[in-house]
């Protein structure tokens, strides 16, 4: 199971945390991840992270701006976002996979619930 928290309101150039705890024996051994989805797009990939957090992986739109770290002791995938601009107004998911790769093509294996974020200008 995944919980995603941390969305809010914020203006354009501000930043946001967003955590994801995930549950399960076998958490710690899932690349994690997120994914978001603006109103009227499809859902996009954003950004994940091996389970050794050794790898991590960035969509170009928030490349340079977001930070993906995780702490397995918790079983925690967090999304550090600065400079938010309001295109990053979306609703986030959690999601993972047995391999932080081809999210972007073949997706991920689990999603949790999305948090929204909301940029405003």
């Known amino acids: 199971q995944l919980q995603a928290s941390g969305g809010g309101l914020v203006q354009a150039g501000g930043s946001l945390r967003l955590s994801c705890a995930a549950s399960g024996r076998t958490a710690s051994s899932y690349a994690l991840g997120w994914f978001r989805q603006a109103p009227g797009k499809e859902r996009e990939f954003v950004a994940s992270?091996?389970?050794?957090?050794?790898?991590?992986y960035y969509a170009d739109s928030v490349k340079g701006r977001s930070t993906i770290s995780r702490d397995n002791a918790k079983n925690t995938v967090y999304l550090q976002m600065n400079s938010l601009k309001p295109d990053d107004t979306a609703v986030y998911y959690c999601?993972?996979?047995?391999?932080?790769?081809?999210?972007?093509?073949?997706?991920?294996?689990?999603w949790g619930k999305g948090t929204q974020v909301t940029v405003s200008s």
């Open positions: 999601a993972a996979a047995l391999y932080p790769t081809g999210w972007e093509t073949h997706g991920p294996d689990y």
């Open positions: 992270i091996s389970w050794s957090a050794g790898m991590t």
